[in-house]
């Protein structure tokens, strides 16, 4: 379940295979899994009290456990010199097209990853794998959000390199992504310019996650009504330290912008494990 809309979790498939919950090897996670698969379960049994009382403690115990695996996974990229991106946007503005053209823009110039999530079929894994690059799909059957617990084990399949990028797709879902931290660096918001420009009101605590929003789909800008400023200045009222760059992944307008701001991260990701020793 849910803790933000309520929805069902259904059952998780990597490339098309059920979830793995064998711990054995050299698996970074140091999690028990009976404890994090059976979490509302548990809560369940030992909460007392109201509905309501049990609802919050549901809440706070997925949250806290989640959160948990995201501390493991952080403290493994820190430690691999891995940077970690988490794309989230609503359906359709465009975080697929961005990474093909993001990893063909790159052209092998650094290591990378693609995770990608979605509840169903695994259309977008295909799409990163025709570019070349090693990508896993997620599908989260009607889960509205990647977890980090998901991640964890998707990064152990993918194999990620040390001083690599990995680069995260997950469901689109302006909602429920915010409340879910799955270790990265940043979330990245991507809002597309057929949107409209009151998104970041209407959906503010994902606006308020991410540390970059790209405004996509700016070649379209003279077509459209979409005052672009405007999008700015609201997701600015609702987070002002959001960067903003605007881009068109189609166009490749912004492009080296965002290209830069990626090897800085890439860059400080490689130095903060140089300086663990
Ligand atoms: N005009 C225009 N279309 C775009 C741009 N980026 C993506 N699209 C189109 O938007 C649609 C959805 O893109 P997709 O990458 O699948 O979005 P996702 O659901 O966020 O992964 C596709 O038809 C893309 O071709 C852009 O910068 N400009
Ligand atoms: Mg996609
Ligand atoms: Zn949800
Ligand atoms: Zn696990």
């Not at 809309?5 to 999690?31: A, N, Q, Y």
């Not at 509905?51 to 995201?70: F, G, P």
Request: aromatic share 4%.
């Amino acid at each position: 379940m849910c803790v933000t809309c309520g929805c069902g979790t259904g059952e998780t498939k990597f490339d098309g295979k059920v979830l793995p919950h064998s711990h054995d090897g050299d698996h970074h996670h140091r999690h028990q899994h009976n404890t994090a698969r059976f979490g509302i379960s548990a809560a369940k049994a030992h909460s007392h009290g109201s509905e309501q009382t049990r609802r919050v403690k549901i809440e706070r115990d997925i949250l806290s456990m989640n959160n948990a695996y995201a501390e493991e996974n952080r403290s493994y990229f820190t430690g691999h010199g891995i940077f970690t991106l988490n794309l989230v946007s609503s359906p359709g503005s465009g975080k697929t097209t961005l990474l093909v053209k993001t990893i063909e823009a790159l052209n092998g110039s650094l290591p990378l990853a693609v995770i990608e999530g979605d509840q169903q079929t695994d259309n977008d894994a295909a799409r990163i794998r025709a570019t070349g690059a090693p990508a896993l799909q997620i599908n989260t059957g009607k889960g509205c959000h990647l977890d980090a617990h998901m991640v964890g084990h998707a990064v152990q399949q993918l194999g990620a390199k040390d001083d690599s990028l990995l680069l995260i797709e997950n469901v689109g879902n302006l909602v429920c992504p915010a409340s879910f931290d799955l270790g990265e660096a940043h979330k990245v918001v991507i809002l597309s310019v057929t949107e409209g420009e009151d998104k970041p009101l209407k959906y503010p605590d994902m606006f308020r996650a991410a540390d970059l929003m790209l405004l996509n789909k700016c070649d379209l800008l003279p077509h459209l009504t979409f005052d672009a400023d405007l999008a700015i200045e609201y997701a600015h009222r609702v987070n002002p330290k959001l960067q903003v760059l605007r881009i068109s992944a189609t166009s490749g307008a912004g492009m080296p912008e965002w290209l830069a701001w990626i090897r800085e991260g890439c860059r400080k990701a490689v130095a903060a494990k140089a300086s663990l020793g």
